[in-house]
């Protein structure tokens, strides 16, 4: 995450929260000096029941909502300094215009800052990768085909 010319003024730690699939997961701490650089890989796994075309998980995760919030250690619960939210179906399959680099394709994104953030908005690096597999229901207990 990069801010050029912005200091924080609280020196607690920061850490990246992210919303996917129903699923809540947050980063390691970071000291409080842009730029920020987690260095993580987050896993996300969720079986879809009932769903055999393609095309009705996309229009699934068309209405889901995937959420990343910047959040500084502040007492008592922590502040969030900055926030990113996108459909899932963008967040996990975003259109062609990428930017290679040396792990795979990244995506820069402006974060939405909060009232309590002054300066510029962050801007977020990340990249994607996503695997879709069929598998096989029977007798309750699931199976990769």
């Known amino acids: 995450i990069t801010c050029p010319g912005v200091q924080l003024k609280d020196k607690q730690e920061l850490y990246l929260s992210v919303f996917v699939l129903g699923q809540y997961k947050k980063t390691e ?13 987050l896993v996300f796994e969720k079986e879809f029941a009932n769903i055999v075309d393609p095309g009705d998980l996309v229009k699934l995760l068309e209405f889901d909502t995937a959420v990343l919030e910047l959040i500084q250690l502040v007492p008592p619960v922590g502040k969030v300094l900055a926030t990113y939210e996108e459909n ?20 820069e994104v402006l974060m939405k800052r909060s009232p309590s953030f002054t300066g510029i908005a962050p801007k977020l690096r990340f990249s994607t990768t996503s695997l879709i ?7 309750g207990r699931s199976h990769i085909q």
């Open 29 to 41: 701490c970071v000291p409080a000096v842009f730029p920020l650089c987690f260095q993580e890989r």
């Open 88 to 107: 899932t179906r963008d967040f996990l399959f975003p259109d062609p215009k990428l930017t290679y680099g040396r792990r795979g394709f990244q995506r």
């Open 133 to 139: 597999s069929d598998s096989l229901l029977i007798l």
